[in-house]
């Protein structure tokens, strides 16, 4: 017999999910006058919060999303000059990424569009609330994660 909160739960499953796809598709519109996409932010976004070159799995494991997603975005921005890559010394097959100086300019860019919209996004919502939802979240994930490993 299914708890009732197991109703509420799917409830939050499917609410994230239409999240999700808001978010990408809000993020693809906030980014887009700087010639980017919302994956493409996400793996910038990633280099910026560990403020030292990151390796593609690192990139992909903060970011909750795949190692050959991630690659596909690498390769796409160092053609376009905002990532550089480095050699690692601590692993040869797996090298750092790292902005480019053209890259700091425009995440800096990105960043300002990012605060102006989230400044808007937050317009109603309590600290508090925030607080929650994201422990919640944080929650979720984590039983995710463990239920992922007691699987395998």
Partial sequence: MKAPRADVFTEVVLAVF???GALL???????QP???T???WQVMGAVALASKPLTVPQIAN???ITR?????????????????IHPNPGH???????FSEQGKCVYEKMDSL????????????SGHQLQVTLRTIEIIQDRLVADIDVEE
């Fill in 38 to 40: 919302s994956a493409r």
């Fill in 68 to 84: 050959q997603g991630v690659q596909k975005q690498v390769n796409a921005l160092v053609a376009e000059g905002l990532l550089v």
């Fill in 62 to 64: 903060a970011m909750g």
């Fill in 92 to 98: 040869k097959r797996s090298p750092l990424i790292a």
């Fill in 34 to 36: 700087l010639g980017l």
């Fill in 25 to 31: 598709e809000a993020g693809d519109r906030l980014v």
């Fill in 18 to 20: 239409r999240l999700n």
């Fill in 114 to 125: 990012h605060s102006n919209w989230a400044n808007r996004m937050v317009e109603g919502i």
